[in-house]
């Protein structure tokens, strides 16, 4: 890549260099145009002119409770073997000087790698142990935007970088934008069956979020978001594969890249957002799709994430184990309590009630990765074990032999009351005991579900346990007071210092 045409010469002041000021009279009219007269005009017109003033005090302490977790689940995440995979794939394929390799990666202080690949490796990261958060309806919304955001700020000359609060309401953006997007379909409320939902809304929220950061204008905006639609959707059939984490690599790289190829004059199809008969554009994702404008009143707007918080998980594994584990361990204090010992020898038969989802019901599982999405799995370590941690799906605890008897007891059932909806659903474990009796735990609600928030302590523990494994403790210390003072960064950059 030549000097002229670098990516590290886009930032708030330095616009001119790479946005283009020849602008066609259709440009005119569609950046013109209002929230009333197309659903894209509304979303990009939001982008280029929400402030930091409209960020609320819950708003802004949620999302720096999402920051700060979001990097210590990338940074456990860089101690793993897909993120290996994905490390040595970038280093190998795009080695070259031209590459501009100025964005730090989670957990290798020393090493740096051009923007998109550096985000492509952190999303990846973050999704590699499927610790990260999860939203309603149902996405993993930081881990699309945070990769790309920490990026691009160190792709800004540091004269011009964005500061911290800049930082905070681009990352608010790029949030809204996928909430937004969920909300226009129903089908999207539930367990998702098709696409992987951070592969669709992940890449137009990293594309919305960047955008913003480094101040493209409203058709600029509009450009993006078309431009990513095209690079967005990853099946579900690859969860619970090594490839699932690549769904969450490639939405906050392909973002970025989508909104660096508007700043430099790429165009897309300005009604990418609006339901347009005969011609499909987002809707392509969705049956059910019916788009809303995205409205931004002067003087307050108030967030997605003001009214619906996200839910942050304590063990890696999907969002619904977190309901089937919580009633396991209650079932096995039942148990504890009856006879004196928590013994699977005493148990005939588990029954587990929960909701319909072929992904996550898998009786045997072979891997970590499927280990991950069973119900089966994560319900006999919890009854085995009495907890679940990260190491609770390394190999030498998949294949026990203790294990492998309790899944052989296991018979699901699928209530019709109990459907797949991470807002809904909830989970029984009934154990049906040799001498006959019957034991049943159940939870509607999982600690660290958005209805049962993580404590800031809870959180915190999290984020340390987490980080210590590639961060010393001075560094984590700093990470954690850097989140916690985020508006009054000078240099948004700082954030990845510690990295």
């Known amino acids: 890549m030549s000097p002229s045409n670098s990516v590290i010469h886009i930032g708030p002041q330095l616009q001119s260099e790479v946005i283009y000021n020849e602008v066609s009279p259709i440009e005119l009219v569609l950046e013109r145009s209002t929230s009333e007269e197309n659903v894209t005009g509304s979303f990009a017109s939001f982008i280029c002119n929400v402030r930091p003033d409209h960020l609320s005090d819950v708003v802004r302490h949620r999302s720096k409770r999402m920051i700060l977790d979001s990097i210590g689940v990338g940074l456990v995440g860089s101690t793993t073997h897909v ?7 970038c280093q190998e394929m795009y080695s070259s000087p031209s590459s501009s390799p100025v964005s730090s990666v989670y957990g290798r202080h020393e090493l740096k790698l051009s923007p998109p690949l550096a985000a492509f490796v952190n999303g990846v990261a973050v999704h590699s142990m499927d610790f990260d ?39 608010n953006v790029g949030i809204e934008v996928q909430g937004r997007l969920m909300r226009f379909s129903s089908e999207a409320h539930n367990i998702p069956k098709r696409f992987h939902p951070p592969s669709v809304v992940g890449t137009l929220g990293s594309a919305a979020a960047t955008a913003k950061l480094l101040s493209l204008n409203a058709t600029q905006s509009g450009h993006a978001l078309a431009i990513a639609a095209s690079l967005a959707g990853a099946p579900m059939a690859n969860a619970a594969t090594l490839a699932k984490p690549l ?33 499909a554009g987002f809707n392509a ?60 020898s005493a148990i005939r038969t588990i029954v587990l009630r929960v909701p319909v989802s072929k992904y996550i019901n898998r009786p045997f599982p072979e891997s970590e990765h499927e280990a991950r999405h069973s119900f089966q799995f994560n319900a006999c370590t919890a009854l085995l074990d009495g907890k679940l941690s990260i190491c609770s799906f390394s190999d030498d605890n998949l294949h026990r032999h203790e294990l492998m008897q309790l899944l052989s007891k296991v018979m699901v059932e699928h209530p019709k009351d109990n459907v797949a909806n991470f807002d809904k659903m909830y989970a029984e474990v009934a154990l049906i005991l040799q001498n006959g009796d019957i034991l049943t735990g159940r939870c509607d609600t999982f600690y660290g579900h958005w209805r049962r928030p993580l404590s800031t302590e809870s959180l915190l523990r999290k984020f340390q346990t987490n980080a210590s494994r590639v961060l010393p403790k001075d560094n984590i210390d700093n990470l954690v007071k850097t989140v916690d003072n985020l508006e009054t960064l000078p240099d948004c950059s700082l954030l990845v210092s510690c990295l």
């Open 83 to 89: 993120f290996d995979i994905a490390l040595q794939y």
């Open 133 to 171: 958060d999860t939203w309603h309806p149902a996405t993993h919304p930081s881990g699309a935007i945070l990769p790309a955001l920490l990026a691009a700020s160190q792709m800004v000359p540091a004269a011009s970088r964005p500061n911290g609060l800049d930082f905070l309401l681009a990352f």
């Open 247 to 279: 769904h969450i690599g490639n939405a906050t790289r392909l973002g970025l890249e989508a909104t660096l190829l508007a700043a430099r004059g790429m165009e897309a199809n300005l009604l990418i957002l609006d339901d347009i008969p005969g011609c």
């Open 285 to 344: 994702f969705y049956g059910d799709y019916q788009p809303r404008p995205l409205t931004l009143s002067a003087n307050r707007h108030v967030f997605l994430l003001e009214k619906q918080d996200v839910a942050f998980k304590s063990f890696p594994a999907h969002l619904g184990m977190h309901w089937v584990v919580e009633a396991a361990l209650s079932a096995r204090n039942l148990l504890v309590n009856h006879s004196g010992s928590g013994s699977p």
